[in-house]
């Protein structure tokens, strides 16, 4: 009779945790403002609805998203999760501008390089389309310095992705573009020692394309650099091209034109940053020393990329609305 | 009397499950049907003009090549709205429904969410064109990529 007892108890708890099980089976709800992509738990690719609604499940890296009144904005590159539909080149970071979400002010994509997103900004929006890509020519809102911290490891998330990026020449920014580089952001983003905030400058540069060496002793964490394009731009372009012609033929020593020895990064030893396979797509554009699979400088690659990209069809209004 | 002990048993567990799973019976529907005894409320509803039809919006699925089908009034009118109908999309649970002022309409969407939300769908959306709400809830994965809601809702829109 007692051991009756004791099988009783022992279906009665099982009953009890079944049924507890059940209950926190039902997920809460995730609410999502737009596309995003799905987590390799629940599945895989890219969820497509480009309206708010939920999902049982929670995002697969915050660090990808802008959370807006309980609701989660996917705020980085679709492009290596899946996402098939029209994309639009950019170049460095820019106010979020996908006019199809209201995010409660100025929010910031505080990608670096070249990326895509799925939306073209709107006319009004201070952006100039050159080269094929959207260059933000307006002005940086304190809100973007202040945020900065939080959301540019966004750049951590690309910085170990092999995917097919945007390839945009900065020989076409606009003379407006004034570019704001942010240098660090946690680790698997590092700057090469001696990189330059050129937009001449093809080798080790920003852009999740870059794995080079470590930050060398100068090294401080995240800092912000500031770049004024319209003034140096022509001169930039003109170190980059005589440091490969001499540069080239004798492998890839030191640093970028303009490099000095010694500097407070450090001295530059290295080969050239970790070259993504498929072509110079990413924010590391090839440039001299036979590791570059580009061709000879400048040739191949200057221009084309920029969206909408012709993988994506390329017609966002037929897409969006 | 091992006999009776397991007789016993049984009837403990079948209890407990019985209790759990009442338990567990938290969320009514909003619009539950009424009872054959329940008194003859409104006058059968009547749609809303000047915003798309529940009949147009499923021509408009027709023709983005989807596959509605089972829809059917509801009644009484649930979630706020002056006409509703039930059915499905590509075999995802779907509602459309139309209102006559967008405070109702701005309420009964709200709350269809929440109640979905609460009820733990895998995907869950409500979309509104002018006084007319579409609302889909994909309860078993059919759609995980959401390209058919994703497509019900671009004809949607293009009404």
Redesign the interface.
Known sequence: ?RR?FV??GF??AC??G??GT??V?????VQYMSRHP?PKR??H????????????YPPSDPRLYRQVNGQNYFVGDPTPFGYDGPRYSFYGPHPIADPNVQLGGTSYCYLEGPHSHWYAPPPQAHFEMKGGAYWYTGAYEPSFYADQPRFVVVNDVYAPMVYERPVIDVAFAPPAFHAEFLVGGGPGWRYAPGWRENPGWRGPGPGPGWRGPGPGPGWRGPERREMVMRERHEEFRHEEHREWEHGHDHGWHGGPPGHEPGGPHGGWRGGPPGHEPGGPHGGWHPGPGPAAHAGPPGGGWHGGGGGPHPGGGGHGNQFH? | MRRTSFNLAGVLVAGVLLFGAGCHKETAPAAAPAGPGAPPATPPPAHVDGTPHTDAVEGAWRTAGLAPEGFAALQPVPYGASYCEEGRVQSIDTVVCEYRDQDALAKGQAGLMDQWGREGGHTGVAYHSKLTMIAIVDRARHDPNGKIIHQAIDAFRKL
Not at chain 1, 25 to 29: L, N, R
């Open positions: 009779m009756t099988f009783v279906l009665v009953s009890v079944l049924a059940a209950s089976a039902h997920a809460e709800a799905i629940v599945g690719g890219f969820c497509e609805i480009d309206v708010p609604h939920f999902h049982d609305r």
